[in-house]
């Protein structure tokens, strides 16, 4: 069973910076696919970043990148999400999110820019961490 916690939210001005983390543990296979959604109070939830363990290879959604950076360290058991150069915009809950059995990285950038269309090949979780950025 995979288990995912999240860390590292709190409150920041515009312009600043904060740095997510998610620990992962019940799953050490390289065919993991790990990603990084948030949801803005009556909004729909967005994709942000994603990231294959198997190779590193990652992906971005439009509104982040750039500023945001997708990484796992070097045990490939905790994913972390540094946000940089933040606006009142990406005030929201973040959630750390997996798939398993994902064979490529290829196939996990699919997985995450299809995001909406194939929620249901989420089925792992985090309780979320909250981000608010401050004008």
């Known amino acids: 069973q995979v288990r995912l916690v999240e860390s590292g939210g709190g409150s920041v001005q515009a312009g600043g910076s904060l740095r997510l983390s998610c620990a992962v543990s019940?799953?050490?296979?390289?065919?993991?696919?790990m990603g990084w959604f948030r949801q803005a109070p009556g909004a729909e939830r967005e994709m942000v970043a994603a990231i294959y363990r198997g190779d590193g290879t990652t992906d971005y959604a439009d509104s982040v990148n750039g500023r945001f950076t997708i990484s796992q360290d070097d045990a490939k058991t905790t994913v972390s999400l540094q946000m940089s150069t933040l606006k009142p915009e990406d005030t929201a809950m973040y959630y750390c999110?997996?798939?398993?059995?994902?064979?490529?990285?290829?196939?996990?950038?699919?997985?995450?820019?299809?995001?909406?269309?194939?929620?249901?090949?989420?089925?792992?979780w985090g309780q979320g961490t909250q981000v608010t950025v401050s004008s």
């Open positions: 019940g799953y050490t296979l390289s065919t993991l696919c």
């Open positions: 999110a997996a798939t398993v059995g994902v064979v490529s990285g290829g196939i996990c950038r699919m997985l995450f820019r299809n995001a909406e269309r194939l929620s249901g090949t989420w089925g792992y």
